[in-house]
Antibody, heavy 123, light 110 residues
Framework: VQLVQSGGDLVQPGGSLRLSCVAS????????MNWVRQAPGRGLEWVAT????????YYLASVRGRFTVSRDNTKNSLILQLSRLRLEDTAVYYC?????????????????WGQGSLVTVSS | QSVLTQPPSASGTPGQTVTISCSGS????????VSWFQQVPGTAPKLLIY???QWPSGVPDRFSGSKSGTSASLAISGLRSEDEADYYC???????????FGGGTKVTVL
């Protein structure tokens, strides 16, 4: 199982950014996928979850309406579109594989993680 | 302030057993499975325990998880120097409709 991330960058407050996570070595369309972030020196914070077919999405309250999680099962890719970025969104963002289809978003067996993408929001 | 409460630190000598607690409520731990993650600083988290007490392949059984009511715990037996890391509990919260993590516990091997 491999998850390779790209897209982290320095961005000004109010700006936008697109994070990508490309999966390989497993059937991507069979799994829920997730984003988790970690601010510098802080703990883990869940950001978003998307069902295997994209029909269900869940967001952390503070990012709802600003971030959008999506997936392209034909390209084995997971996307997190970040907009109206705030200073407090500065963090390393990880993608993580979740539960297999048939299980729900409540099964937190995040067994494979990407390498992380650093998003820095600063003027 | 995290929804799930963990002690900030724990320690033990090699060979000892260290136990980390994770306290929540009926809307999270009380009604959903708990997972535990290990994170060495500067690296991605690693799944240690899922569905309260299950091991992913490759995780030694020195790590064990349990849950009772609105609390869960992770025990590390036969403590080794390579167990020095940060440990996080996580579960789904029905009220928030999202995943909640504990604040993390830093384990030090003395």
């Amino acid at each position: 199982v491999q998850l390779v991330q790209s897209g982290g960058d320095l961005v000004q407050p109010g700006g936008s950014l697109r994070l990508s996570c490309v999966a390989s070595q497993f059937t991507f369309s069979d799994y829920w996928m997730n984003w988790v972030r970690q601010a510098p020196g802080r703990g883990l914070e869940w950001v978003a979850t998307i069902k295997e077919d994209g029909s269900e999405r869940y967001y952390l309250a503070s990012v709802r309406g600003r971030f959008t999680v999506s997936r392209d099962n034909t390209k084995n890719s997971l996307i997190l579109q970040l907009s109206r970025l705030r200073l407090e969104d500065t963090a390393v963002y990880y993608c993580a594989r979740g539960a297999i289809a048939g299980h729900g978003a409540t099964r937190i067996n995040y067994d494979s993680w990407g390498q992380g993408s650093l998003v820095t929001v600063s003027s | 302030q995290s929804v799930l409460t963990q002690p900030p630190s724990a320690s033990g000598t090699p060979g000892q057993t260290v136990t980390i607690s994770c306290s929540g409520s009926n809307s999270n731990i009380g009604s959903n499975y708990v997972s535990w993650f290990q994170q060495v600083p500067g690296t991605a988290p690693k799944l240690l325990i899922y569905w309260n007490d299950q091991w992913p392949s490759g995780v030694p059984d020195r790590f064990s998880g349990s849950k009772s009511g609105t609390s869960a715990s992770l025990a590390i037996s036969g403590l080794r120097s390579e167990d020095e890391a940060d440990y996080y509990c996580a579960t789904w919260d029905e009220s928030l409709s999202g995943v909640v993590f504990g604040g993390g516990t830093k384990v030090t091997v003395l």
